[in-house]
């Protein structure tokens, strides 16, 4: 017997026509590049996004073909989100971070067809254009007042675009559901990036998923939650909020290009932000801006956290002196809302001490979500919350390969993810080390992400990574590497004397360097592929 229910395909367009419908008052507030900031709402921005859907077939963007931005988390680049995937295309967001290699390769490799551009990623394309042959046409995300001279050849304007359609009866085409929406590519530090694509189908999943835990924890009935993402728009979809904002009827409020702490606390005080969401460094650099500055916070209540370990200190100093949860999850391009941040129900009367155990896990699995991890040999460890292993998962809205037929499963289906970590009975995952950067001495595995925790404990310390380097005995050892904070003192003595309580005396860094500023990928993570090669030929203290 088949159910008796009606068969719609899950799209996007949805979003932003129940949003423009229903919240069509809703404020779209974003951070030009020029610095101004720019406000619209929902029914604005979904009239918009119907015109430029139009202006792109205009143009020649057929179904399925990719359309690509290298431009930075402002209101027009929320607009793609919804009309290029509606209208059938696909959106490729490229992180203007990149090395202009990679540029090149990514799109050449993805065949984008046109390029959405701002002031700040011009000048990349400028030197670029003549090697990405199948490019048709550019467009300036701007006015037409402030459209620039430049050697680019078929530069139209954004503005020119959507106002030349007019809009009267309009309707998003419908289709297959596990048609391609998004591609983002991986950072490709262990290699050429690699091209993940996501479906109508998983996106949407993905954002329900999305809202349930992020929505239910502290959740007042008729609050109107004000949604931050400091991730950019091209690192994994801005984690969803572009279409969480829609889905929930959540003010969305975009950073533009400035992430500057003063900016960013501008935009978090002045628009009553409540939820945001980004990597370790960012809150590194303003909670170290807060503490100068002695501002506070009076509407921020959660920030969720992903792409590596954020330091202990910082989630205690956040709770305790600043009123916000700092809740972890895990995930990466391939496997966005794969572990949820919220923890088990029955942890509500937990002390902050307590509050933070749970957040230093790297969250619970998701309901649909598969997860194990395993040995070398690609047995199933124990759920013990102790045996260290690879970590894998699987789920409809988990990434099944890569662009053009790269592998990313393992012979059971699931998804390799590259880290190691352990899950305990209550389904809590904790990430010990991508399994590049865990540190193998002597035949024993040592976490490098549990040696920054305790040396980030440090007042004195802004940031902290730790790197294996060869060892003629024991394989490799770490090296400790220190950003100071402003204006402190501390040498390498009194750096080991802080750690040595805390670890296994095997564990101890054989040496700490200090250095003015580390180098850093283009997701805004701690760059280590770097860090080992400048370090390569280091002769650890024995």
Known sequence: MQGLMMDLPLLLS?????????????????????GSIHRTNFATTRERC??????????????????????????????????????????????????????????????DRVIFIDPLTLPIVETLAGRLPSVIAYVMMIDRAAMPQTTLANLICYEDLVSGEGIGEFSWPVFDERRAATICYTSGTTGNPKGVVYSHRALVLQTM?????????????????????????????????????????????LPGRNYEPEKLYELIEGEGVTITCGVPSFWLILLDWLQRTGKRFSTLRLSLSSGSAPPRSMVETLDRDYGVSYVQAWGMTEALMATMPTPKPGSDMADLAGRVDLRMKSGRIVCG????????????????GQTLGHLRVKGPWIASGYLKGVEALDAE????????????????????????????????????????????????????????????????????????????????EAMLAHIRPHVASWWMPDAVEFIDAFPMTATGKIHKLTLREQYREYATKI
């Not at 205009?58 to 931005?69: F, K, N, S």
């Open 14 to 34: 949805n979003f932003i026509e129940h949003a423009g419908h229903y919240d069509g008052e809703t404020e779209l507030v974003g951070r030009e590049i020029d």
């Open 50 to 111: 119907q015109r430029l859907g139009k202006a792109l077939a205009r143009l020649g963007v057929t179904p399925e073909t990719p359309v690509a931005t290298l431009a930075w988390n402002t209101c027009r680049h929320f607009e793609m989100f919804y009309a290029v995937p509606g209208m059938g295309a696909v959106l490729h967001t490229i992180n203007p971070r990149l090395f202009h290699e990679q540029i090149v390769y990514i799109v050449n490799h993805a065949e």
């Open 209 to 253: 998923i999305g809202a349930s835990f992020m929505f239910l924890p502290g959740h007042r009935d008729g609050q109107r939650e004000v949604m931050f993402p400091m991730a950019p728009l091209f690192h994994g979809n801005a984690w969803n909020m572009p279409f969480l904002a829609c889905y929930t009827g959540s003010k969305l409020v």
């Open 413 to 492: 289906g699931y998804l390799i993810t590259g880290d190691m970590g352990v899950i305990d009975r209550d389904g809590y995952v904790t990430i010990r080390d991508r399994a590049k950067d865990v540190i193998k001495s002597g035949g024993e595995w040592i976490s490098s992400i549990e040696l920054e925790n305790i040396a980030a404990s440090h007042p004195a310390v802004l940031q902290a990574a730790v790197i294996a380097v060869p060892h003629a005995k024991w394989q490799e050892r770490p090296l400790l590497l220190i950003v100071r904070r402003e204006g402190a003192t501390l040498d390498a």
């Open 369 to 384: 979500v598969k997860a194990r991890v395993v040995d070398d040999a690609e047995t199933t460890l124990p759920e013990d």
